[in-house]
């Protein structure tokens, strides 16, 4: 029953096709809305997928070393100095953990909102670009 309500949701996923973001704030705010829709998935992964390796691969491949790789590819094409694959980790990994946190607790007052954590992500990676280390 597990392994058919996740492929179902990858199924899911995959069969939405996302417009391609114009911007850096619309990538973010696209990423922040599909792990919304996953946040079941979610849940599951994070409290019953680590006794199923066979299931949590292709979740773990498909939502985040998928999106990894885009974005180190990109952030590789565009500042050729830039060590993409880690960027992109903690790029993408900042947007994942603020959703990870979020379905774990909840929304809470104490954290930063959604628009502030947007507008950190695209100042952050624009800097990357823009000096390369």
């Known amino acids: 029953m597990l392994e058919a309500a996740v492929e179902g949701v990858l199924a899911r996923a995959d069969e939405q096709l996302r417009p391609e973001p114009r911007n850096l704030e619309e990538a973010a705010r696209l990423a922040l809305a599909g792990m919304d829709e996953l946040r079941d998935l979610t849940r599951i992964v994070l409290r019953d997928l680590d006794q199923f390796p066979d299931l949590l691969m292709p979740v773990v ?50 954290t ?22």
């Open 112 to 133: 930063v909102d959604e628009d502030r954590l947007v507008e950190a992500w695209t100042r952050l990676y624009r800097l990357a670009l823009e000096s390369p280390i």
């Open 61 to 110: 491949d498909r939502l985040l070393e998928g999106p990894i790789r885009t974005v180190a590819t990109r952030m590789s094409g565009a500042a050729p100095g830039i060590d993409g694959d880690a960027m992109a980790t903690l790029l993408i990994g900042g947007l994942v953990n603020f959703k990870v946190l979020e379905a774990l607790g909840g929304k809470r007052r104490s």
